[in-house]
């Protein structure tokens, strides 16, 4: 059964960096079209970040193009986001996401990211 970890997230302060990690159990993860989203305290929706298909570089949404850089490494399962200059309106649970071939989306528990003033 293929399941999604993420890991990285933690409390830090703004201005500092952080790079969160998620780990994907089963095969193909190289063929997998990956993403990265977030919920943030006021929000009632999870918001889309970033995302990156198996071929193509990725792209970002408006608000994550100056400081945030997405990755991944196929040998090791594992999809990379790197939070830079963070913010407190970055604070939230971030949520790595996978899309297979039919369009289905499974979701990773997400991790927690608190940026203090």
């Known amino acids: 059964q293929v399941q999604l970890v993420e890991s990285g997230g933690g409390l830090v302060q703004a201005g500092g960096s952080l790079r969160l990690s998620c780990t994907m159990s089963?095969?193909?993860?190289?063929?997998?079209?990956m993403g990265w989203h977030r919920q943030r305290p006021a929000g009632d929706q999870r918001e889309w970040v970033a995302?990156?298909?198996?071929?193509?570089?990725?792209v970002y949404a408006d608000s994550a193009k100056a400081r945030f850089t997405m990755s991944r490494d196929n040998a090791k399962n594992t999809l990379y986001l790197q939070i830079k200059n963070l913010t407190v309106d970055d604070t939230g649970v971030y949520y790595c996401?996978?899309?297979?071939?039919?369009?289905?989306?499974?979701w990773g528990q997400g991790t927690q990211v608190t940026v203090s003033s």
């Open positions: 089963g095969r193909d993860f190289e063929a997998r079209t």
């Open positions: 996401r996978m899309t297979n071939y039919l369009g289905q989306h499974l």
């Open positions: 995302a990156m298909s198996t071929s193509g570089s990725p």
